[in-house]
């Protein structure tokens, strides 16, 4: 079991630019977590996805965010017209969602630099 | 939405010593609590968890314990090493079921 593989690992983008981040879950695993956590704070919720749907965005910026988890391939963020303030490193995780209250695992997480 | 407060945001130790870190949640429908250890530049990895069926649990070194009525969980953290120098996150899912709220996060120094 390959555990959760987040790529690209480092990201650079030049303001105004488009970012797009892959998240591909732990095998068996169907729910999809998506966190920012800025330099030196804690993990702030985005984005929760099921395949094919999205269950909860309450964390997710109105604006120049989205989030995907089609049926085949992985779970994307996207951002566009990325601002310097998107700086962060984005960890995504998975769980089996069996259940209320199930054990989440991160990948390495992105960390996107905004030049 | 659940409210998870950490406590203290900073904790330096000597080797050796034990260290305890505190979380309170806001919704009473949360039923499990788990900690994240982060090295710097690593992945939130899972160290331990606890189900409200029971009040603790213990894994070697480390125990959370949880009261219910109190609506708050600790982590306990016996002879301290310097690698268990890392930032420790608590969580809980609140009433959402899966999807976890993060508390700020605890800064353990451990000094040789």
């Known amino acids: 079991n390959a555990g959760v593989m987040q790529n690209p690992r480092h990201l650079v983008r030049r303001r105004g630019q488009e970012a797009r981040l892959r998240c591909s879950p732990m095998k068996g695993h169907s729910h999809v977590y998506w966190y920012r956590q800025l330099p030196e704070e804690g993990l702030k919720f985005m984005v929760y996805?099921?395949?094919?749907?999205?269950?909860?965005e309450s964390g997710m910026p109105k604006e120049r965010f989205s989030a995907e988890f089609p049926k085949e391939g992985p779970s994307i963020l996207r951002i566009q017209q990325v601002v310097r303030g998107d700086s962060a490193a984005y960890f995504c995780a998975s769980s089996t969602g069996q259940g209320a209250g199930t054990e989440a695992f991160f990948g390495q997480g992105t960390r996107l630099t905004v030049v | 939405g659940e409210n998870v407060e950490q406590h203290p945001s900073t904790l330096s130790v000597q080797e050796g010593d034990s260290a305890v870190i505190k979380c309170t949640y806001s919704d009473s429908a949360s039923n499990y609590f788990p900690w994240y250890k982060q090295e710097l530049g690593k992945r939130p990895q899972l160290i331990i968890d606890?189900?409200?069926?029971?009040g603790e649990k213990k894994d070697q070194r480390i125990a959370v314990t949880l009261n219910k009525t109190a609506k708050h969980f600790s982590l306990h953290i016996t002879e301290t090493q310097p690698e268990d120098s890392a930032v420790y996150f608590c969580?809980?899912?609140?009433?959402?079921?899966?999807?976890?709220?993060f508390g700020g996060g605890t800064r353990l120094m451990v000094k040789p």
């Open positions: 996805l099921q395949k094919e749907n999205i269950i909860d």
């Open positions: 969580a809980s899912p609140g009433n959402a079921g899966n999807m976890l709220t």
């Open positions: 606890i189900r409200s069926n029971v």
